[in-house]
């Protein structure tokens, strides 16, 4: 017999609520190991729970001979002891628990609640409040929270101050999502028990879900005042850092977290995010490998590595985890945020997979607050939430379209998640909405009600699941139509997002099954661009960026999590190849240059042919040193998204291979809508020969400049106000829809008279270097990708 394997069979046969079963296996094990600890112990349990209280102890006590040390065993004889109004002997085993473990919330609430019983003042009044206590702390505890909250106010009418009430009931409101209710009990019970670490610890959750995070820090303060080890408050409390941008703070916080209880995977978790945003991958990457040591199902935990290692360009593990992540995905598991998975697979069903699994977890549906009232407007009411209505690629992209809208039929208002830079381009955005709102500060659900009070017709979701975004307003439906769009580059996986806009060539008709959305193609492409875009006039040296004054100049701007072993040794074979040339990458931390130039060596490339270009603080400038390059050359299976648009608006011909999925067809869209499909390759055997080929023949590369060049006016890939007019056209698709009672459908928004010409000249065209490429395709983008700041697990969730 497999002892290890039934114990674990018999474990989730007790937590799935199989007793009788459970029980049987646990009786089999102690026949050949009567010692066993998690046996004894768990026998123990289901007699409790069955209503045996004198054989549960039985189990217990045998458990306690075994392992003294364990706190809940102690905490559970305290229960069964007052089960059999034995008070005293159970009070000596709460406080057993609470001397193992200070911060066992549930033996100081059962303690506080037996000596509130042991103090009442009559033998019939004991007995009352004895028998209505422990119902209700057992309704509790069983899940039936409105009868538990019927059984604690019965009890407040026989004594109005009884703590165990008060603040079982301000834990019943959290629970329920009413959390001034909860506040209101939680700071009626700190004043007749201030020292009870939970109510302040649960009054910070509170708090930190109410966007109140100084309130909510004074809290938490307050908990670890009075339990320094007070693990779950450590935990909340760096989250609540971190969100006020005081994440070196937040770091100490999990240190001293972790100098005491080594093992706390959230502390692990979240320490392990904060240094990959300070860009310490290779502390990141050990810290999520003790991590996935402690806890090897920590939810998202294998794709916390895998992205980490990622960035510092560190492969020698991607090949494990890139399996494990896709198998853990198909089997529905939580092993890697969605995000993170756009770089690893290029499968359509993994990114669905994921995306569902994400929303599941994180971001359920709520209450509706839009339940199909028909709105009365005269004009059309937009509202655009995003955290980038900033000096952010986002909010360039965007900034255009914004101040090109028809304001004589649309209203538009911002719902701005994100901080105020103060800078000319968030004026700018500011000053093109009818109305812009900072909700930075608020909860998500008073932003939703916010949203439905102001009668929004529809709401677009401009982040996804990316940086700062808050998925879960839309989570409330507050409007009756919702789109995800820009951020993102897939589906979100939920039933409460109607529409997802894009392009035929980003998602093909038969790729619509991947998407819970209804897909709405917008003409040529879906990727906005402001036409107001400045680059700089005067054009660097090369060799002011270590660049050959004559050789070949491959670039590649692409974040370093988007290179990986099979695109890199295609780059190396280009170089090979092309004598002379060099390839310019982005130095974004000098562990990934580090690691670039081992892996450069290991193909046999002169590591100092790979050039690595540091920011400049200007994003003109920025642009303006594109023309230094000859060729970008795309990563897969996630694209260059916006930076394979500047290349393109700056005149340096982008070469793509055309995955799969969403993410890696974007700079493929990109160039069928600059009318330039022959730099789409569909292999990479094809990519690496056009890029040798482009390298060498020099009038072929000037002959694609040169209509790079011409295209950038005729074609609509740069034509703002345009793009405009077609997003509108989808938009007053959509609210006539929804104004006839109908719901959300695929449909496509016709182009301009003027355009078919244009359209069918497409068609019929080409050039000697398609080679089977798509002639019309269509177009995207992703920006928060870029730059993606961590999401933060805490200890109520």
């Not at 079963?21 to 646990?26: D, L, M, T, Y």
């Not at 045998?62 to 229960?79: E, L, M």
């Not at 002379?580 to 130039?597: F, I, P």
């Not at 998204?641 to 990109?670: C, E, Q």
Request: proline share 4%; hydrophobic share 40%; aromatic share 10%.
């Amino acid at each position: 017999m497999n002892i290890e394997r039934k114990l674990k069979q018999a474990v989730e046969l007790q937590q799935c609520g199989r007793l009788d079963e459970a029980q049987g296996i646990f009786e089999v094990v102690l026949e050949s190991r009567p010692a066993d600890f998690v046996s004894l112990y768990s026998l123990g349990v289901i007699a409790a729970q069955s209503r045996q209280p004198r054989k549960a102890l039985h189990f217990i006590d045998k458990a306690i001979s075994v392992n003294p040390n364990y706190a809940p065993t102690w905490f559970n004889r305290g229960v069964v002891l007052r089960a059999l109004e034995r008070h005293d002997e159970a009070l000596k085993s709460y406080d057993r628990a609470l001397e193992i473990d200070p911060g066992h919330s549930e033996a100081s609430l059962n303690r506080a609640a037996l000596l509130g019983e042991k103090s009442s003042n009559t033998c019939t009044a004991e007995t009352s409040f004895d028998e209505e206590i422990r119902n209700a702390i057992q309704l509790h505890q069983d899940g039936h929270l409105r009868e538990a909250e019927a059984h604690f106010k019965r009890i407040l009418a026989m004594k109005p101050s009884d703590f165990v009430s008060l603040y079982s009931l301000g834990v019943i409101a959290q629970q329920s999502g009413d959390p001034l209710e909860a506040l209101h009990y939680f700071d009626t019970t700190a004043e007749s028990n201030p020292n009870f670490a939970p109510i302040w610890y649960n009054r910070g959750a509170v708090l930190h879900g109410l966007k109140r995070n100084v309130d909510a820090m004074e809290s938490y303060d307050r908990a670890l005042k009075i339990d320094a080890a007070y693990s779950e408050a450590f935990v909340n409390r760096g989250a609540v850092l971190q969100e006020m941008g005081r994440h070196s703070e937040a770091l100490e916080n999990y240190d001293s977290l972790l100098a005491f209880d080594p093992d706390n995977d959230k502390a692990l978790a979240n320490k392990g995010i904060l240094l990959t945003e300070f860009k310490r991958y290779y502390e990141a990457a050990a810290t999520f490998e003790r991590l996935l040591k402690v806890n090897p199902d920590y939810d998202y935990g294998q794709g916390l590595l895998c992205f980490a290692e990622l960035h510092a360009c560190d492969w020698h593990q991607l090949m494990k985890y890139a399996a494990s992540i896709s198998q853990g995905v198909t089997s529905g598991k939580r092993v890697c945020k969605s995000l993170a998975l756009l770089a690893i697979s290029d499968s359509s069903a993994d990114h669905l997979h994921c995306s569902e699994i994400f929303a599941r977890h994180m971001y359920p549906a709520k209450e509706r607050l839009w339940r199909g009232d028909q709105y009365v407007h005269e004009k059309i009411r937009i509202a655009y939430v995003s955290p980038e209505l900033r000096e952010h690629p986002v909010g360039h992209l965007m900034a255009g379209i914004f101040e090109n809208h028809d304001k004589s039929r649309f209203e538009t208002i911002a719902i701005s998640l994100g901080i105020d830079d103060h800078s000319t381009l968030r004026s700018r955005i500011v000053n093109s909405f009818d109305r812009f709102i900072d909700v930075q500060q608020k909860s998500t659900r008073d932003i939703a009600e916010l949203m439905r009070s102001l009668e929004v017709d529809i709401a677009v979701d401009l982040a996804g699941y990316t940086a700062g975004s808050r998925t879960d307003i839309f989570a409330y439906r507050p409007a009756p139509i919702q789109i995800n769009y820009l951020g993102y580059p897939g589906t979100l996986g939920v039933d409460y997002m109607d529409y997802i806009l894009a392009d035929r060539f980003v998602i093909p008709p038969e790729h619509h099954p991947y998407f819970s959305e209804k897909v709405v193609y917008l003409p040529d492409t879906y990727l906005p661009t402001d036409a107001k875009l400045k680059v700089a006039d005067k054009t660097p040296l090369r060799e002011s960026f270590d660049l050959p004054r004559d050789g070949f100049v491959f670039c590649s701007f692409n974040h370093t999590y988007k290179i990986n072993p099979a695109i890199f040794d295609v780059w190396m074979r280009i170089l090979e190849r092309t004598p002379g040339s060099v390839l310019w990458l982005m130095k974004l931390n000098s562990l990934a240059e580090c690691n670039l130039r081992k892996e450069a060596a290991a193909r046999r490339v002169d590591p100092q042919r790979l050039i690595f270009a540091t920011r400049v603080p200007k994003v003109e400038d920025h642009l303006a040193r594109y023309r230094l390059a000859d060729l970008f050359l795309d990563t897969t299976p996630y694209n260059a998204h916006t930076t394979a648009s500047d290349a393109l608006f700056v005149g340096l011909p982008v070469l793509t291979y055309k995955g799969r999925a969403f993410p890696g067809r974007v700079a493929s869209g990109l160039l069928n809508a600059i009318g330039l499909p022959e730099l789409v390759t569909c292999s990479l055997a094809e990519y690496e020969e056009q890029a040798v080929r482009l390298a060498q023949d020099e009038s072929l590369l000037r002959g694609i400049r040169g209509r790079l060049e011409n295209n950038r006016y005729s074609y609509p890939l740069f034509d703002t106000a345009q793009f405009c007019r077609y997003l509108e056209s989808a938009f007053l698709t959509m609210w006539q829809r929804n104004q006839k009672g109908e719901t959300a459908a695929s449909f496509e928004v016709k182009p301009l008279a003027s355009e078919y010409s244009r359209l069918e000249r497409l068609r019929s065209g080409g050039s000697r270097l398609a080679q089977g490429s798509e002639i019309i395709g269509r177009a995207s983008t992703s920006w928060q990708a870029e730059s993606a700041r961590p999401q933060f697990h805490q200890g109520i969730e």
